[in-house]
């Protein structure tokens, strides 16, 4: 039945191109032509992240717009929490999703390392890894101390300034023994397990070793000091609670080191694994059921539970399915919820994709559904159509990529890109001038924060471009993170389908629009 319901879609997307031709409307004409350029995607997106970059820049920095910021960061307490991401639109460093950050950009790295390559992009990406992953290994002071937070988010929202003139507090948060947050350490351990595996094979081994070595702390700090770290927080709280980034850090730990002790770890605790049909900063149960699966189709049979779950989140989200529990909006974006919905759907392709990528190679069959079964390639080349939307191919002709084509937000909810560069404008511009002057004016933003993502249109495929509208037009580090993998894989669909392919084969990749 899906795939019915996909041929019919497409040969109406065939009668509905050869209608308007070439030039008859803007949004029509994104909708019919061939893919976006990937290459061009997949440079931006990491490009965005020295954007977001804290501390002092190095000489190569490409984001010029961008200044010196936060250099006397975690001097209060005689630490060095310089440099790592501001989050988002603001000036505030949360270690929590920057380690998941840095975890998605290292996972990308990983799977589709040869791809980031033949795009000439795989030093770049090393770079955006290694700058977040240092403020990691900075941050983890001792066995038992991980510092979570730089800056007071209240004071910071408060105020409109660019990271270069930011005077609010610069208050830290840290995690202990006493005061403990596993979902927090958890996080941190997954993120430089993985950062590990990009690095391992560099001659200069000490780096990689500094991670593992940490990667391992930390997870023994976030197992055998168990606490909430929404009872710690003051801001990107954990609600799905602490065993999923377990679980997670345990699977990255199994991956870099081959250490039975976190096989045991992922079997013996796999009755925490449950059906989920989101993966983000904060459930990353879909993330530890995607890295026990490739484990179980490679012969660890144990861990048969984490593929059922993980079929269960694919059947959640494929159109058509029968167990759909995540909706597409009627230009066929997945669409979890009315707050920078991005995160959901750039997350959601890139597991989509690796699933696929490790289905082909195991020679498995597709995802058994209650209404259907999806093949790898159908699997694939969903997710392939959700980049898609997000470069554009929506019916708004809008690229949610900011500077990729010639229409994408011009007005983003973000504090540097929102005032002039101290590169033009020098002089200090405070906290109550950047919101009487610059936040509310309907002027695009001077500074082009080129690969940034946006939190994405609403529930109808609408997009307001409006500054105030941070649930909206507010960019975020994992959103861009993870759709740097799901980009390349993207690209690798591109490469392997050809367009003299039947009907029936290249109907699922645009059954959405």
Not at 340 to 364: E, P, W
Request: charged share 20%; aromatic share 10%; proline share 4%.
């Amino acid at each position: 039945m899906a795939v019915k319901v996909w041929v019919v879609t497409m040969v109406l997307l065939y009668r509905f191109c050869a209608g308007f031709g070439a030039g008859g409307d803007h949004a029509a004409d994104v909708l019919c032509l061939g893919s976006p350029d990937y290459n061009d995607a997949l440079a931006k997106a990491i490009l965005f992240f020295e954007g977001q970059r804290s501390g002092r820049l190095p000489a190569n920095q490409r984001a010029r717009w961008r200044g010196n910021s936060a250099l006397t960061d975690g001097r209060q307490e005689n630490v060095n929490l310089t440099g790592g991401y501001y989050d988002a639109g603001d000036n505030v460093k949360f270690g929590f999703p920057m380690a998941f950050t840095v975890t998605l950009l290292s996972w990308s790295a990983i799977e589709y390392r040869g791809d980031v390559a033949a795009a000439g992009q795989l030093g770049n990406l090393r770079a955006a890894i290694q700058w977040g992953a240092d403020f990691l290994l900075r941050a983890h002071t001792s066995p038992t101390t991980l510092y979570t937070q730089v800056g007071d988010g209240n004071a910071d929202h408060e105020c409109w300034e660019r990271p270069e003139d930011m005077d609010t507090p610069r208050t830290l948060y840290k995690i202990t023994a006493d005061t403990p947050g596993s979902e927090a350490a958890g996080e941190a351990a997954a993120a430089l397990a993985a950062a590990y595996l990009v690095f391992k094979d560099d001659s200069d081994k000490s780096f990689a070793s500094r991670l593992l070595t940490a990667s391992k702390s930390l997870f023994e700090f976030a197992n055998n000091y168990r606490g909430s770290f929404q009872s710690s927080c003051p801001f990107y709280c954990s609600y799905s609670g602490f065993q999923d980034e377990l679980l997670w850090s345990s699977a990255w730990l199994y991956r870099a080191t081959k250490d039975a002790k976190y096989l045991d770890f992922l079997s013996d605790n796999q009755g925490s694994s449950n059906p989920v049909n989101e993966f983000s900063w904060d459930n990353k149960q879909a993330g530890a059921q995607m890295l026990a699966t490739q484990e179980y189709l490679g012969g660890k049979v144990e861990l048969a539970r984490y593929r059922a779950n993980l079929d269960s989140f694919v059947c959640a989200l494929m159109p058509n399915s029968g167990n759909v529990q995540i909706q597409t909006t009627p230009g066929g974006l997945l669409f979890t919820r009315d707050s920078v919905n991005m995160q959901y759907t750039t997350t959601a392709a890139l597991i989509l994709s690796i699933y696929s990528k490790a289905l082909k190679s195991s020679g498995s069959d597709g995802v058994r559904c209650s209404a259907a079964i999806f093949s790898q390639d159908q699997i694939a080349s969903f997710a392939a159509s959700q980049v898609d939307y997000i470069l554009g191919k929506n019916p708004m002709g809008m690229s949610y990529m900011v500077g990729f084509s010639d229409m994408f937000p011009r007005r983003i909810h973000h504090r540097g890109s929102s005032i002039p560069s101290i590169k033009v404008l020098s002089r200090t511009v405070p906290c109550k001038e950047g919101f009487s002057s610059w936040l509310p004016t309907s002027e695009p933003n001077p500074n082009v924060h080129v690969g940034a993502i946006v939190g994405g249109p609403d529930g109808n495929d609408q997009f307001s471009d409006s500054r105030g509208d941070s649930s909206h037009s507010e960019p975020a580090t994992y959103i861009n993170a993870a759709f740097v993998g799901a980009c390349a894989a993207a690209m690798r669909q591109k490469q392997s389908v050809k367009l003299e392919e039947p009907v029936n084969d290249l109907a699922p990749t645009l059954s959405s629009y």
